[in-house]
T-cell receptor
Framework: GESVGLHLPTLSVQEGDNSIINCAYSNSASDYFIWYKQESGKGPQFIIDIRSNMDKRQGQRVTVLLNKTVKHLSLQIAATQPGDSAVYFCAGGISNFGNEKLTFGTGTRLTIIP | EPEVTQTPSHQVTQMGQEVILRCVPISNHLYFYWYRQILGQKVEFLVSFYNNEISEKSEIFDDQFSVERPDGSNFTLKIRSTKLEDSAMYFC????????????FGPGTRLTVT
């Protein structure tokens, strides 16, 4: 079956520095990936997605890199701010005419140090 | 900005009781989902729903679970006879159109079974 996981459960970064959160997946069936941010007591919040036929996608202050050779995904957050402190999940999906389920990884807790 | 809403925010119930968790997805969305997150663990897919029927369900979604969209706006998850291990955060999500990957999550309902 498909599984999506993360390398590190916690990450602390100085405010203003860049953060890199990593994710590994074992099943090549996922044809897209999404990064979600979850703040305490809230539901997952969409950050950015990437199709499996891409290797990089940029958003506002965020970049997602996909390396299909080693089945690795990363989320880079530039110039981190205190509001970036949260748990970050990667999730993989398989396009199925809208009936996609997302398979989530275990999450990395990002703490921004002032 | 439209958002997915869920009620109640916290539900406490006794083992063996029935619970109904309610969600109001974003109004023009077509695909609906329930996920759960046991404390400290990853988000797990339960069920997807489209065109008034279940599209896919996970192994977790056994005969004790059911979903319904009774009136075109609400989307409910019913657990017929709750067990201690059903204690978790339950998230509803919705998705607008087939070509968009983003699933919009609600804030969740914390279910505590005693």
């Amino acid at each position: 079956g498909e599984s999506v996981g993360l390398h590190l459960p916690t990450l602390s970064v100085q405010e203003g520095d860049n953060s890199i959160i990593n994710c590994a997946y074992s099943n090549s069936a996922s044809d897209y990936f999404i990064w979600y941010k979850q703040e305490s007591g809230k539901g997952p919040q969409f950050i950015i997605d990437i199709r499996s036929n891409m290797d990089k996608r940029q958003g506002q202050r965020v970049t997602v890199l996909l390396n299909k050779t080693v089945k690795h995904l990363s989320l880079q957050i530039a110039a981190t701010q205190p509001g970036d402190s949260a748990v970050y999940f990667c999730a993989g999906g398989i396009s199925n005419f809208g009936n996609e389920k997302l398979t989530f990884g275990t999450g990395t807790r990002l703490t921004i140090i002032p | 900005e439209p958002e997915v809403t869920q009620t109640p925010s916290h539900q406490v119930t006794q083992m063996g009781q029935e619970v109904i968790l309610r969600c109001v997805p974003i109004s023009n969305h077509l695909y609906f989902y329930w996920y759960r997150q046991i404390l400290g663990q990853k988000v797990e897919f339960l069920v997807s729903f489209y065109n008034n029927e279940i599209s896919e369900k996970s192994e977790i979604f056994d005969d004790q679970f059911s979903v319904e969209r009774p009136d075109g706006s609400n989307f409910t998850l019913k657990i017929r006879s709750t067990k201690l291990e059903d204690s978790a955060m339950y998230f509803c999500a919705s998705r607008p159109i087939q070509s968009s990957y983003e699933q919009y999550f609600g804030p969740g309902t914390r279910l505590t079974v005693t």
